[in-house]
């Protein structure tokens, strides 16, 4: 069984960091990254790493704040976010797919998902 569990959300004053980690379980995959939803807002994509290629990808609005980075040996992929603002506020979420999509970034190509973490930045 497949398992994607979520940890280390919380709030957050702006201009403050805060770590997600997602640790994975039940099989590999090509790729784990990142989406979030804000409040009457449509999910959208964060970032992703490929354990095939080693490659990264972000989303311009976090691009030079956020870094996503994983423990092999853990099976883990972390989301490092640096100087927080009030629009990242956001359930987060870690999500998988399983073989190569077209777009890492789309998140209809993802196939796994946890079960949320929020992320609260206060002004």
């Known amino acids: 069984q497949v398992q994607l569990v979520e940890s280390g959300g919380g709030l957050v004053q702006a201009g403050g960091s805060l770590r997600l980690s997602c640790a994975a379980s039940?099989?590999?995959?090509?790729?784990m990254g990142w989406f979030r939803q804000a409040p009457g807002k449509e999910r959208e994509f964060v970032t992703t790493?490929?354990?095939?290629?080693?490659?990264?990808y972000y989303a311009d609005s976090v691009k030079g704040r956020f870094t996503i980075s994983r423990d092999n040996a853990k099976n883990t992929v972390y989301l490092q976010m640096n100087s927080l603002k009030p629009e990242d506020t956001a359930v987060y979420y870690c999500?998988?797919?399983?073989?190569?999509?077209?777009?890492?970034?789309?998140?209809?190509?993802?196939?796994?998902w946890g079960q949320g973490t929020q992320v609260t930045v206060s002004s």
């Open positions: 790493f490929s354990w095939s290629t080693g490659n990264t």
């Open positions: 039940g099989r590999t995959f090509y790729a």
């Open positions: 999500a998988a797919v399983r073989i190569r999509p077209a777009d890492l970034r789309a998140m209809k190509n993802y196939d796994y």
